[in-house]
């Protein structure tokens, strides 16, 4: 994500990291810790909502924030992020289940029904067909019609440095949601 940051920052926009090192997969942890670094930036703003963006499982953590706390969110991107059945479509998502002792099918279940829930600002969905990592079709958000799915060439993890995702990122920021 860094070079997008080093990108965004030079187009003039406010970035900051999340500044919680590799994503390991806690969620749940993340939207607590991220959920208050949020409020602490739109704060600072004078109480502007803030723009997510997040990358594959980040893209997860962004949309929960959203979803949970719609008063401080403008908007939400993401990349390659699996917005169906949680890790049930993803390569990792076996290795996961196991290393966290997870029914996929059950987390599939609460993941829709979380879903069912929405998610009240705009929404960009960058994915692509040729993803290798995220089933392409669990990226595509149909649960919330404000939701614009784009597709794009390339790799999963090319997503953060393929300058088409750039282009769509700098566009969505400009426009007025």
């Known amino acids: 994500m860094y070079p997008l940051y080093r ?5 003039g926009y406010d970035v900051h990291h999340w500044g ?19 409020r602490d930036l739109q704060s600072e703003r004078d109480g502007d909502k803030v723009t997510l963006i997040g990358w594959s499982l980040g893209g997860v953590v962004m949309r929960e924030i959203a979803r949970e ?13 699996p917005v169906i059945g949680g890790p049930k479509y993803t390569r990792v998502g076996q ?3 196991e290393r966290e002792n997870l029914d996929l099918d059950a987390f599939e279940i609460a993941v ?3 879903n069912l829930r929405g998610i009240r600002c705009p929404i960009t969905a960058i994915y692509s ?7 392409w079709r669990a990226t595509i958000d149909g649960y919330n019609p404000q939701a614009r799915n784009v597709r794009v060439p390339g790799s999963h993890l090319g997503l953060g440095i393929n300058a088409i995702v750039w282009r769509i990122i700098a566009k969505t ?3 007025d949601s």
């Open 129 to 135: 067909k040729s993803d290798g990592v995220v089933a």
């Open 173 to 175: 920021l400009a426009t």
């Open 20 to 38: 919680l090192g590799r994503n390991r997969g806690k969620v749940a942890a993340y939207v607590e810790q991220l959920t208050e670094r949020v």
């Open 95 to 97: 290795k996961f289940a």
């Open 112 to 114: 829709h029904e979380r």
């Open 7 to 11: 990108y965004l920052d030079w187009l």
């Open 69 to 81: 706390t719609p008063e401080l969110v403008r908007q939400v991107i993401t990349m390659g992020t």
